[in-house]
């Protein structure tokens, strides 16, 4: 338990240093910075009051990953959201995506990360997020539907990131995703810089797109789309067929290398995970640092663990993070350490479901 409570402090410093660094990326967007400094403070207060609830006993992490929808409109290869849950008509009501959020903030969580599906599949959502601006939302996007009221939104409220997926330059983007995708991301791309937006690029990192997508050439190429925030993914191998695509130990090695030099010359964010994860202990799953919950309620310690003991269509989200699954996972150190890459939780699947079997 001490070695998990270190781990938050360690996360929660991090996170402070993480907008200090957006503060200054964003110093030439005097809106947007303020909207950062307005951050910290709200990091503090938010970080006080996860504390006083770990006092009376309950664990509130400072990251929720909130997958609002399984419908998307791409079928890319290799996507883990489809492959573990399909869409279906079972979806947490707009209501309930309302107080799941009411009830994240008033337990102190800093954090959203929208995903899917494609999330602005629902853009009641963008409604919802409007109304909490103590909150930052990282809003995961194929990019495919950011119309003008997106835009709008985007950039009258600064604490709604869009983070847009690329797969590599176009060969590479259009392979996955579907042809003319990365000409239509390249002119959002374009049109959110002339609207002085902040916004971020997901890079989900293959063997096969390493290359490509680390070279300096196709970095600096988004930072003059005006990329102000990198996001890069090792890909972790859901789907079959698709095991050739895992970073080889040589590529695991450059890509520290590469960040730190990225980090030292570009005006932008650049995170790694799970490399970042190593600088605060491990792997963050399960509570030590966020869950996950997916779009029909089920509270999950991890994108990549499909694995619940609770749903938020009948508890309360103090309630449900107090699970005895999470706890369980947390209580395993050998389930937060560093393995050779991908999720540590979907390597050990068999040992999660056995603990969620053991409830």
């Known amino acids: 338990m001490k070695k998990n409570d270190s781990k938050r402090n360690i996360l929660n410093k991090s996170?402070?240093?993480?907008?200090?660094?957006?503060?200054r990326i964003a110093v030439k967007n005097p809106i947007q910075a303020y909207y950062f400094?307005?951050?910290?403070?709200?990091?503090?207060?938010?970080?006080?009051?996860?504390?006083?609830?770990?006092?009376?006993?309950?664990?509130?992490?400072?990251?929720?990953?909130?997958?609002?929808?399984?419908?998307?409109d791409l079928k890319c290869r290799g996507c883990y959201a489809q492959a573990f849950h399909p869409p279906s008509e079972k979806e947490l009501n707009d209501k309930k995506l309302r107080t799941i959020t009411e009830q994240?903030?008033?337990?102190?969580?800093?954090?959203?990360?929208?995903?899917?599906?494609?999330p602005l599949m629902r853009p009641v959502m963008l409604d919802i997020m409007k109304d909490f601006p103590e909150i930052i939302f990282l809003v995961f996007t194929n990019g495919l539907l950011i119309d003008g009221k997106a835009i709008i939104t985007f950039k009258s409220h600064k604490n709604i990131i869009p983070l847009i997926s690329l797969e590599g330059n176009k060969e590479d983007t259009n392979s996955r995703r579907g042809k003319g995708t990365f000409e239509k991301l390249?002119?959002?791309?374009?049109?959110?810089?002339?609207?002085n937006i902040f916004f971020g690029n997901s890079l989900t990192?293959?063997?096969?797109?390493?290359?490509?997508?680390?070279?300096?050439?196709?970095?600096?190429?988004?930072?003059?789309?005006?990329?102000?925030?990198?996001?890069?993914?090792?890909?972790?191998?859901?789907?079959?067929?698709?095991e050739d695509w895992v970073l080889n130990v040589e590529q695991r090695a450059e890509m520290i290398i590469l960040l730190s030099k990225y980090r030292e010359k570009y005006p932008a964010l650049?995170?790694?995970?799970?490399?970042?994860?190593?600088?605060?202990?491990?792997?963050?799953?399960?509570?030590?640092g966020f869950v996950h919950i997916n779009a029909s309620g089920d509270l999950?310690?991890?994108?990549?663990?499909?694995?619940?003991d609770t749903n938020l269509r009948d508890s309360s989200l103090i309630k449900a993070l107090q699970s005895d699954f999470l706890r369980s996972i947390r209580q395993i150190p050998e389930l937060a350490m560093e393995n050779g890459g991908g999720c540590v939780l979907w390597k050990e699947r068999e040992l999660v479901q056995s603990l969620l079997k053991n409830q």
């Open 15 to 23: 996170l402070k240093i993480f907008f200090k660094d957006a503060l």
């Open 37 to 72: 400094l307005r951050t910290l403070l709200w990091l503090g207060k938010a970080a006080r009051l996860r504390s006083k609830w770990k006092k009376q006993g309950f664990i509130v992490p400072p990251i929720i990953i909130f997958s609002i929808t399984n419908k998307c």
């Open 104 to 118: 994240a903030k008033e337990l102190g969580v800093s954090f959203f990360v929208i995903a899917g599906g494609e």
């Open 186 to 195: 390249e002119k959002t791309m374009k049109m959110m810089k002339d609207k």
């Open 205 to 242: 990192l293959t063997k096969p797109n390493f290359n490509t997508i680390m070279n300096e050439y196709y970095i600096k190429k988004l930072v003059d789309y005006g990329c102000k925030f990198f996001l890069f993914l090792e890909y972790t191998p859901i789907e079959k067929g698709t």
């Open 270 to 288: 650049f995170i790694g995970i799970p490399w970042d994860e190593q600088g605060v202990g491990g792997c963050l799953s399960a509570g030590r």
């Open 300 to 308: 999950e310690p991890c994108p990549f663990a499909p694995f619940s």
